[in-house]
């Protein structure tokens, strides 16, 4: 599926707000694909990465895990292991409100990623956090079952499917 955001932007113009929201430019870009789309999944932890493993050992065929981790600036939620992860089992992308590690690596792994930054230290594992629930960052609300499409320009979220 091809697509670009600024053209799903002017398509879906009317919708601009409401079911179509774009989120504010703050995440980098990682991962071997510079475009990714799916189905949303979010997430919602701090500094714990259990619930991302548990996730991404999941079938991920059209999705996107979305993981508001509080904008953590201390540890990484995501890692080359994890990746790899994902990418066995489907996932088209994820997008970490938060960082990820072993990034040279992940960049040669088939899988969109958009994070906050890079830190080297990795999370801790309590298994604490929520799944499947609305989570806010970046001036849009994520719902689980909203579609996600992300490339070089920006990040969109819609109520539905535009491609």
């Known amino acids: 599926m091809s697509f670009k955001t600024p053209d799903l932007c002017d398509e879906f113009e009317s ?14 870009r990682y991962g071997g694909r510079n475009s990714f789309s799916g189905e949303i999944v979010t997430l919602k932890i701090f500094e714990d990465n259990s619930l991302v493993r548990a996730a991404f ?30 990418e066995k089992n489907g996932w088209e992308g994820v997008v970490v409100y938060g960082c990820i590690r072993d990034s040279a690596d992940i960049n040669g792994i088939d899988i969109g990623v958009r994070a906050l930054n890079t830190h080297p230290q990795k999370s801790i594992k309590k298994d604490v956090g929520d799944r499947d629930i609305a989570v806010t960052f970046g001036g849009v609300t994520f719902n689980p079952g909203d579609w996600l499409y992300a490339d070089e320009d920006g990040v969109l979220v819609s109520g539905k499917a535009l491609t």
């Open 15 to 28: 919708e601009l707000g409401r079911s179509l929201r774009v989120v504010a430019p703050m995440f980098q």
């Open 57 to 86: 050992a999941e079938n991920g065929k059209g999705k996107v895990l979305v993981i508001d981790g509080g904008g953590s600036l201390r540890c990484a939620l995501v890692g080359d292991q994890l990746a790899i992860l994902a």
